[in-house]
Each structure stands twice: as structure tokens, then as C-alpha cells.
């Protein structure tokens, strides 16, 4: 069975903090892909980064950087000098290549970025 | 490119009633199509999603269907609507099983 787990459900920290948020998956698949989903207010899902499980470079995309690690089943994704329009709910999902086309979301992460 | 519509964006229904929400994209072929509902405050759902004309593959059994009637047109309908039907419901696309999926901006439902 795949998984994906966000322990944290929402996490509220002061402008210009960094912050991390979690993520665990689970799948017997040896290919699989991960994806990190931005949702603001609006409710419209927003593609942030790609990373298929052979690739553990971690990838840093201006505050955003992301973690990937295998031993541990993890994908987190840090921002550094957080700000008030990093406000929103972050999906972690993931989609292996065993013969489906499902994308399993995690449960989200509700950030809130004080000013 | 490629872009997504969904519609409506909102949309009151009194229970009993039906339902149709219409996801098209543009700029593509042959896309996987998906169906998501999201509840208040929690996560995303899958309830349908098909890989071609014709194919749809049920997650949730329930009062839904989905069809596909063209190459990128996605239809989720109810006969009849319930109150646990409200939701925010989500088409999303993607070109295979290993690329990101594009998401459209959402139909809020509300079931009165």
C-alpha cells in the first residue's frame, strides 16, 4: 500500500523565520515520483517541484529547498525567510510506476507566516 | 500550453438534486484525468480518474460517476446530491503516470 504522511497539520511562525515542513511516504515501489502542492486561499493546487526516487539531490529554489532522503522515506520542504505570502496548505504527494495513475496526497500542512 | 477549465466555480445544490461539473483541458492529448474532492479543512480525496476515452477508474464508491465523453473532457455527475456531497472538488490533469498533475481552480459545492 502507498502512503503519505504530514504529521504536522498546520504550523504558525513570524515573518522571515524558516520552517520546515514534513513528509513520509511509504511504497514498495523501487520508481516512484514526489511532488510538493502549494494551495493558497483560493483553493487552486499549485505544482512546486518533481523528484523521481533515483535522483537524492536535494534542490534549492530561491527560499525554497527541498530534502529528499531514502533511508528514511522522507521528502521535506524547508522555506528560509519565511513571508506573510507563504500562507497556505502544502500537499506532499506521491505516484509510483507500478501500473496506476494515482497521486496519493497527504493530509497537508496549514502554514501560517505572521507578520 | 496547457491549460485546465473547471466550472462552475461555486455551486448550491439542494439535496436530492443532480450534479454535473465539466473539466476540459486545452493544449494537449490524450491526458490522465483526474477527480479530487477536499473537503473543509482536510485533504484530498481521490474519486475518479481515467487514462482514456472511456476509461474511468472508481476510488470511492459512492453516490458519483464519472465519464469521459471526448479525449479531454472529464464529467463528474450525481443523481441525486447529498449532504455529505459538499465539498471542494478538483480536476487535475497530467500527460503520464510519472509527471506532475496540473490542477484547475476548484468547484465549491455546497449541499443544502
Known amino acids: 500500500a502507498q502512503k503519505v504522511t504530514q504529521a504536522q497539520t498546520e504550523i504558525s511562525v513570524v515573518e522571515k523565520e524558516d520552517v520546515t515542513l514534513d513528509c513520509v511516504y511509504e511504497t514498495r515501489d523501487t520508481t516512484y515520483y514526489l511532488f510538493w502542492y502549494k494551495q493558497p486561499p483560493s483553493g487552486e493546487l499549485v505544482f512546486l517541484i518533481r523528484?523521481?526516487?533515483?535522483?537524492?539531490q536535494n534542490e534549492i529554489s530561491g527560499r525554497y529547498s527541498w530534502n529528499f532522503q531514502k533511508s528514511t522515506s522522507s521528502f521535506n520542504f524547508t522555506i528560509t525567510a519565511s513571508q506573510v505570502v507563504d500562507s497556505a496548505v502544502y500537499f506532499c504527494a506521491l505516484i509510483s510506476t507500478s501500473g496506476t495513475y494515482k497521486y496519493i496526497f497527504g493530509t497537508g500542512t496549514r502554514l501560517k507566516v505572521l507578520a | 500550453s496547457q491549460t485546465i477549465h473547471q466550472w462552475p466555480a461555486t455551486l448550491v445544490q439542494p439535496v436530492g438534486s443532480p450534479l454535473s461539473l465539466e473539466c476540459t483541458v486545452e493544449?494537449?492529448?490524450?491526458?490522465?484525468l483526474y477527480w479530487y474532492r477536499q473537503a473543509a479543512g482536510r485533504g484530498l480525496q481521490l474519486l475518479f480518474y481515467?487514462?482514456?476515452?472511456?476509461?474511468i477508474s472508481s476510488e470511492v464508491p459512492q453516490n458519483l460517476s464519472a465519464s469521459r465523453p471526448q479525449d479531454r473532457q472529464f464529467i463528474l455527475s450525481s443523481k441525486k446530491l447529498l449532504l455529505s456531497d459538499s465539498g471542494f472538488y478538483l480536476c487535475a490533469w497530467s500527460v503520464d503516470g510519472h509527471t506532475e498533475a496540473f490542477f484547475g481552480q476548484g468547484t465549491r459545492l455546497t449541499v443544502v
Open positions: 523528484r523521481n526516487s533515483f535522483d537524492e
Open positions: 493544449g494537449t492529448s490524450n491526458p490522465n
Open positions: 481515467s487514462v482514456g476515452i472511456g476509461q
